[in-house]
């Protein structure tokens, strides 16, 4: 089947949770959105007929069957002129919304890195909290990516900057510790322990084991 082929078949969803659980119908909402469901109305979506998709759907109207909710998926090919075309812009619209999220948020990644680089605080707890906003860049784009079917316009941009996050926090990274070796070079080096020992010889370290000693008891 060539791509062209593939990209004309889609798969009809179906999904009825009515006397079920209300939990179910958020699971089923969020499956769907998560797979990058479009809706025709409502319980009704199309999406791509991609081996992976498939086995998600498959397994998602197991659950809603199993839980006491109905479902049906057909496999459908589109053939009605430029209804194809239609459609994946579509789906290609809804990737660039969430793509075009993400560069409009990642620009403040890259200026609390300039400003704390600014302030001197590139330490160790501040390479935690912006490693952990970089995962949460991280693992966005790759639910996006995932089902962003139809390679969106705006995918292309959002991946380049979101490298070049990670070459940011790279820099940041090697500056705390850059600094954390410069502030361990500089400590004042810690005084030599009293000799205790001298001390109760004579009071000068080094003295005679026993001078300066007096017996106060020596009783038997």
């Keep these: 089947m060539s791509v062209e082929e593939r990209d004309r078949r889609w798969l009809l969803v179906s999904v009825s949770t009515a006397g079920a659980a209300a939990s179910l119908r958020v699971h089923v909402w969020r499956r769907l959105r998560g797979l990058g469901a479009l809706y025709l109305q ?7 007929d991609r081996p992976q998709v498939a086995r998600q759907i498959a397994r998602l109207l197991g659950r809603v069957g199993h839980d006491g909710g109905t479902g049906r998926v057909l496999h459908v090919e589109l053939t009605g002129p ?9 789906v290609q619209a809804a990737s660039d919304t969430e ?25 160790y707890a501040e390479v935690e909290e912006n490693e952990a906003d970089l995962v949460r860049f991280r693992d966005w784009m790759a639910k996006i990516a995932a089902r962003d079917y139809f390679a969106a316009p705006l995918g292309r941009q959002a991946r380049a900057e979101l490298a070049r996050a990670e070459e940011a926090f790279a820099a940041f990274e090697e500056a705390a510790l850059a600094a954390d070796e410069r502030a361990a070079t500089s400590a004042p080096a810690s005084e030599p322990a009293s000799d205790s020992a001298g001390e109760l010889a004579g009071g000068q370290p080094g003295g005679a084991p026993g001078q300066g000693l007096r017996v106060v008891d020596g009783g038997t």
């Design 82 to 90: 430029g209804e194809q075309e239609r459609l994946v812009a579509e």
């Design 99 to 123: 793509y075009a999220e993400v560069l409009e948020r990642i620009p403040g990644f890259f200026a609390e890195l300039e400003m704390e680089t600014a302030r001197g605080r590139a330490t």
């Design 42 to 48: 409502q319980s009704v979506c199309l999406l791509p």
